[in-house]
């Protein structure tokens, strides 16, 4: 079976989690989720300004998520093709996106040498990690959703821990001492650090 339709280069695809829609995103600023018993094109999502190198559902099949070359991550009914969020953080294209386990969370990845996750409820960023000076070229979450591994440029993979309690731990491990609150807010990205870890 054969999906055509789009304009410019294919640069992304996904199923989801039962395999009846396929989604492809394309240099042709779009993005189109497929019926793939039929091979009928069901959508065509349109708002991105720039070639779309990413394309993700969520693990439920509920929402899509788009990253552009125009900045932005657009969330997406995968039901309707309805806009439902545009995620604006980042300070160059966007490479790649993906959803925590749990379909709570969305991370992106971009050559501004960062990644971000977002938080889905509200749109709003909860951290920045840091890739390299050679762009974030690849996100993706540990199956239980603790851990966030980036593939850069420059051939480093980074590994990044996401929950407080192992973040506290590791620290503990290496530092003999309370961590400061200036520490908690760095490491820790709490506004306060946990009861009883405050130096």
């Known amino acids: 079976m054969k999906f055509e ?4 280069l294919v640069t ?14 394309s240099t042709d600023q779009t993005a189109k989720i497929w019926d793939t018993k039929s091979g009928y094109l069901l959508f065509i999502l349109v708002g991105h300004q720039a070639a779309i190198p990413d394309i993700a559902f969520s693990p439920d099949g509920a929402l899509l998520a788009t990253g552009s070359q125009d900045k932005t ?10 806009e439902l969020k545009v995620l604006i953080g980042h300070s160059s294209e966007i490479q790649s996106v993906a959803f925590s386990p749990d379909g709570t969370m ?8 960062t990644a971000i996750l977002w938080d889905l409820t509200t749109g709003n960023e909860l951290h920045s990690f840091f890739g390299s000076a050679e762009g974030v070229m690849g996100v993706t979450f540990h199956p239980d959703g603790s851990k966030l591994a980036l593939s850069s440029g420059d051939g480093v993979i980074r590994v990044y821990t996401l929950k407080t ?35």
């Open 165 to 199: 309690n192992d973040l506290l731990t590791l620290a503990q491990s290496r530092v003999n001492r309370s961590l400061t609150s200036v520490e908690c807010q760095k490491y820790l990205h709490s506004s306060s650090c946990p009861a009883g870890q405050e130096k």
């Open 5 to 8: 339709g789009h304009q410019g």
């Open 73 to 82: 991550a657009r969330i997406w009914d995968a039901a309707t093709g309805k």
């Open 106 to 113: 969305l991370a992106t990845g971009s050559g501004d040498n």
């Open 12 to 25: 992304g695809v996904a199923f989801n989690a039962d395999g009846s829609r396929l989604a492809t995103a």
